[in-house]
């Protein structure tokens, strides 16, 4: 199956600062790449996903890149405000299949 | 509001005893899945299934078993539960077969203890 691999596990920074999570995969053939956020105590859900044919999105203050050579995509965050804080996971899947997610990342904005 | 929804919430059980979580949806999403989150291993699947007749095991199978009773219906059975099976379990659905993505909308999720 994929390997999902995302860093950092936590990451702190103050409040209006820009935060960069990123994840690695290891099948060449993956082509969609979702990125969740679930706050303390709630569900998943998404927040921006992004398809193999496109190199970046942006929604607002979030963007994700994707680089296919690398097998790399990230998640920005930038003016972070402290209602960002929350667990982030990305996730990786291979069209019809299912989506295999990272081990998450805990973000933490100080006001 | 369409959503997913999961009972119990919260349980707490004992060494050797059957469990069933339970997940029903108003989405009128054709996939099911059940997930299992442990601190600092993300999520990780257990079973799913792509419509009522098909089920098919995740990355973690073994200690569990699913029914999928109709298109809205995805059960998770634990048959003689154990302690490293205390975990929060969460119920998912997807609209493939509507949009083609696989974005997973989340049942608020089932918080298992096994003493």
């Known amino acids: 199956g994929e390997n999902v691999e995302q860093h950092p596990s936590t990451l702190s920074v103050q409040e209006g600062d820009s935060a960069v999570i990123k994840c690695t995969y290891s099948?060449?053939?993956?082509?969609?790449f979702p990125w969740y956020k679930q706050e303390l105590g709630k569900r998943p859900q998404l927040i921006i996903d992004i398809r193999s044919n496109v190199g970046e999105k942006k929604d607002q203050r979030i963007a994700v890149t994707l680089n296919k050579t690398a097998k790399h995509f990230s998640l920005h965050i930038t003016e972070t405000q402290p209602e960002d804080s929350a667990v982030y996971f990305c996730a990786v899947s291979t069209g019809a299949n299912n989506l295999f997610f990272g081990t998450g990342t805990r973000l933490t904005v100080i006001p | 509001d369409a959503d997913v929804t999961q009972t119990p919430r919260n349980r707490i059980t004992k060494t050797g005893k059957r469990i069933m979580l339970e997940c029903s949806q108003t989405k009128g999403h054709d996939r099911m899945y059940w997930y299992r989150q442990d601190p600092g291993l993300g999520l990780r699947l257990i079973y799913y299934s792509f419509d009522v007749k098909d089920i098919n095991k995740g990355e973690i199978s073994d200690g569990y078993s699913v029914s999928r009773q109709a298109q809205a219906k995805f059960s998770l059975s634990l048959e003689s539960a154990i302690p490293n099976q205390t975990a929060l379990y969460f119920c998912a659905t997807s609209d493939f077969a509507r949009t083609n993505t696989g974005e997973l909308f989340f049942g608020e999720g089932s918080r298992l203890t096994v003493l």
């Open positions: 099948d060449s053939a993956s082509n969609y």
